[in-house]
């Protein structure tokens, strides 16, 4: 494959870039260096929000833009501020949340505040996914509201992510966009807003072109990426709906699946 054909490299972290122990292997990066090193762009694009994801990005060494959020977020890590968000109305949040907890009773519910600075709050029975990532537990469901939100993560102690998922979409309607980004993370958004938003405002603030970009991914929030993006690229064991849009199937991100397409594009030395 010609490495001249893409110059634009989006990869999700959770469940793609990243080893199940939130690292990145030294093969991976070796191979984002060759991506540099070709004069193309890494863009991380995740469904974590901004404050959740600078760390990482510091050990990427990504000092430009960060797709976060699901969407929601273009952060400049150079800078740490946003070059553009969007938040979820806490309003319409909250009629969204009730509207799936009448079909499926109680959910459990945080929220990822806005900013460069927002927490993760958690309510009473809400089990993070992520263990090592931060979140401050609040002992009413009001007190989620109490600041501008980007985004809600539901889950529910009997229902699989795909059950909830389904059931929040066929309620929900125009009042949020329902993505689900990973296992026990059903997440609620702004309406209209996917990853492939906020990739497309990164890649037209650089100056790139979609029929330029090739795109990693798990999960099937990652559709809309993939359908933005020339070549859509799943991880073995992806979820069954991103394997049906993808372009073609990696190994997974264990074995440095991204690694190996890169290697193939961009060379091994």
């Known amino acids: 494959m010609d490495r001249t054909a893409y110059s634009l490299v989006a990869t999700d972290l959770d469940g793609t870039l990243l080893r199940g122990d939130d690292t990145v292997s030294k093969r991976s990066l070796a191979a984002l260096a060759r991506v540099a090193g070709a004069g193309a762009r890494h863009l991380v694009v995740t469904g ?7 760390a990482l990005l510091d050990r990427l060494g990504c000092a430009g833009l960060a797709v976060c959020g699901q969407g929601a977020q273009v952060y400049d890590a150079g800078a ?35 900013g460069v600075d927002g927490l993760t709050l958690i309510e009473p029975g809400y089990l993070m996914p992520h263990p090592t990532l931060p979140a401050v537990r609040v002992e009413r469901r009001e007190e ?36 689900m980004s990973g296992p026990g993370t059903v997440e609620l958004q702004p309406c209209g807003i ?5 990739l497309a ?22 559709i809309p990426m993939f359908q933005w993006a020339a070549h859509g690229v799943a991880m073995d064991g992806a979820h069954p709906e991103l394997k049906a849009v993808a372009d073609e199937v990696t190994t997974t991100n264990e074995d440095d699946g991204v690694a190996v397409v890169l290697e193939r594009i961009f060379g091994t030395s």
Not at 48 to 53: K, L, W
Not at 98 to 106: D, L, N, R, S
């Open 80 to 114: 740490h501020r946003m070059l553009w968000s969007v938040t979820l109305d806490r309003e319409l949040a909250e009629t969204a949340l009730g509207k799936i907890e009448a079909e499926v009773g109680q959910v459990h519910a945080a929220v990822d505040q806005d």
């Open 201 to 222: 405002l990164a890649a037209e603030h650089l100056g790139l072109e979609r029929r330029r970009t090739i795109a990693f991914g798990d999960m099937p929030n990652d």
């Open 48 to 54: 974590r929000p901004a404050p959740r994801v600078r």
């Open 144 to 179: 989620l509201w109490s600041t501008p939100i980007s985004k809600v993560l539901l889950r529910h102690p009997d229902l699989t992510d795909d059950e909830l998922a389904a059931t929040a979409r066929a309620v929900v309607g125009s009042l949020a966009t329902v993505t």
């Open 194 to 198: 996917t990853k492939a938003t906020g």
